[in-house]
């Protein structure tokens, strides 16, 4: 599966952004949904992922109750819902997928084979 990420961008501390992922080639409702994040000189971080049928998102530490994973298996698109950025959510964001329809919970990026190419998010203060 290819994967397109975009909605990006500079905003500032406070504001909400919404990324979007778009699935193109084998079967999207086949593969769960992750989003992992790297900020300039830091290690790539999971901060979420939803199961092939949307439900049971989870996420990486600290970030739920500010962000939100859902998808659309229609659009063959996964969203991700950010709210109250603060500065150290600047970074590169990446969608990835894995083909699994098996209901498990998976964190690191060596967990999924399909990456997007990224898009940045800048909080500034």
């Known amino acids: 599966v290819q994967l397109q990420a975009s909605g990006g961008g500079l905003v500032q501390d406070g504001d909400s952004l919404t990324l979007s992922c778009t699935a193109s080639?084998?079967?999207?409702?086949?593969?769960?949904m992750a989003w992992f994040r790297q900020a300039p000189g830091k290690e790539r971080e999971f901060v979420g992922a939803?199961?092939?049928?949307?439900?049971?998102?989870y996420y990486g530490d600290s970030l739920e109750g500010r962000f939100t994973i859902s998808r659309d298996n229609a659009k063959n698109t996964v969203y991700l819902r950010m709210n109250s950025l603060k500065l150290e959510d600047t970074g590169v964001y990446y969608c990835?997928?894995?083909?699994?329809?098996?209901?498990?919970?998976?964190?690191?990026?060596?967990?999924?084979?399909?990456w997007g190419q990224g898009t940045q998010v800048t909080v500034s203060s």
């Open positions: 080639g084998r079967s999207f409702s086949n593969y769960m």
């Open positions: 990835a997928a894995r083909a699994d329809r098996g209901g498990g919970y998976f964190r690191y990026s060596s967990d999924y084979e399909s």
């Open positions: 939803v199961q092939w049928n949307g439900n049971w998102p």
